[in-house]
């Protein structure tokens, strides 16, 4: 378990965090309300689960007026044009300025690449990377109209760089997280604007919850994570304040990967490759 924060190194910031009402999105909203930022909560959930992820929107802004910082929710299809533009002007509206955007919102659907639907492949890139750009241009364009700069935090996945069959359309998306990451850094840099990324290991969220109330399928996941351990959104959110923070001006276009070992790839701990 992370420990709260001493340090309140976010006060006075205003953050907007997609896909913020559950798992690492609603950490990431704890945890910078409890460094001191007011926190838009973007949500988006099917029709029939609309009164429950409300609720949960719900349930992490009133952890965020707890920490005696504002809070907003925003019901919004990051994929939808439209529907972002509006959501900034929301925020906006309400704030007059924003200091943090956090793209987090992103789902996954499991198919054999043979098999998948185009329509199932687009809906993942549309919201995991579509969103994401989106709502980087238009924080980008707010940063740049009212001047001195903006941070920008991606939540990518290891698989940005490790390939994940029968998920294409996510491997996909976070490889194309990596680069947006990357390029809207060099671009921007010099006007005081960070974007940085997070790769998040396997964590303990909702999305992996067939495998992690399993006892023997999540052993089988520990097994190949060298720390022999899931992840907890928790720790995922400390590194998402960090790069949000001051403590990383000077850090701009990488990935840190929160993987507890994963992407050095355990299986090479023994020299079966070398072995004579």
Known sequence: MVEVPQMRRLVGKNALVTGGATGIGEAIAVRFAQ????????????????????????????????????????????SDEDAVAGMFKEVLDRW????????????????????????????????????????????????????GGGVIVNDSSVHQAIPKPKFIGYSVSKGGMGNLTRTLALEYADRGIRVNAVGPGAIATPMNEAWINDPHRRKEVERHIPVGRVGMPEEIAAVAAFLASDDASYITGQTIFADGGLTLYADFRTDWSSEQ
Do not use: K, W
């Open 96 to 147: 007059g300025r924003l200091d943090i955007l956090v793209n987090n919102a992103g789902i996954q659907r499991e198919c054999p690449s043979d098999q998948m639907s185009m329509r199932e492949f687009d809906e993942v890139v549309a919201v995991n990377l579509r969103g994401a750009y989106l709502c980087a241009r238009e924080a980008l364009r707010h940063f740049l109209s009212r001047g």
């Open 35 to 78: 460094e001191g930022a007011n926190v838009a909560i973007n949500y988006l959930s099917a029709p029939e689960l609309a009164e429950r992820a409300q609720e949960m929107a719900q349930q992490a802004c009133d952890i965020i007026r707890a920490q005696e910082c504002q809070a907003i929710v925003v019901q919004t299809d990051i």
